[in-house]
Antibody, heavy 117, light 110 residues
């Protein structure tokens, strides 16, 4: 059973960047795929993008193209999601999840990112 | 692309059945057999309850069932229990490496 543990909460200034980590255990990173989903306060879920480390290529929702970068480090079994040019509207809980191709399985505990001046 | 449409709330008494709808378009729900449903408690991560329209992962009670007709998918919770009170989200593949979620339905067990 793959378990995902995410990095801690972040407080950032508008215009800065944030990089959230998602460490996987219980599986070989190269054999897994991952996705990122965010949830603004009191709002629903929003798919951001995903990566299959074995292929090294990431895919992104059109809304996040150019502002979000998803990477993977197989040596540490960690997947990263970086958001640049942060705005107050980016304040949300960010989740990583195991991408089963047709659904999302194990989820991390979530990382709260607060963007405030 | 717009989010999938779910009713904001649903309710039922213990033991009853409740059905939550999820309406998309012919470009997402109507085109793919990749609809899933997630249960989320406040402050917790989502948990998959249904995948590929009708399949239940190991450990999910068989009180949870789902179906799809045209552009609308549905989740039915039978024999409602207090622990079923949560927010439920549907999700669908929308082609071109894109996924959509519904706005969520708050299920209340009366």
């Amino acid at each position: 059973q793959v378990q995902l543990v995410q990095s801690g909460a972040e407080v950032k200034r508008p215009g800065s960047s944030v990089k959230v980590a998602c460490k996987a255990s219980g599986g070989t990173l190269s054999r897994l795929a991952f996705t990122w989903v965010r949830q603004a306060p009191g709002q629903g879920l929003e798919w951001m993008g995903g990566i299959t480390p074995m292929f090294g290529t990431a895919k992104y929702a059109q809304k996040f193209q150019g502002r979000v970068t998803i990477t993977a480090d197989e040596s540490t079994s960690t997947v990263y999601m970086e958001v640049t040019s942060l705005k107050s509207e980016d304040s949300a809980v960010y989740y990583c999840a195991r991408d089963m191709t047709t659904w999302f399985d194990s989820w991390g505990q979530g990382t709260r990112v607060t963007v405030s001046s | 692309q717009s989010a999938l449409t779910q009713p904001p709330s649903a309710s039922g008494s213990p033991g009853q059945s409740v059905t939550i709808s999820c309406t998309g378009t012919s470009s997402d729900v109507g085109s793919y057999h990749y609809v899933s449903w997630y249960q989320q408690y406040p402050g917790k991560a989502p948990k998959v309850m249904i995948y590929e329209v009708t399949k239940r992962p190991s450990g999910v009670p068989d009180r949870f069932s789902a179906s799809k007709s045209g552009n609308t998918a549905s989740l039915t919770v039978s024999g409602l229990q207090a622990e079923d009170e949560a927010t439920y989200y549907c999700s669908s593949f929308a082609g071109n490496n894109n996924w959509l979620f519904g706005g969520g339905t708050n299920l209340t067990v009366l």
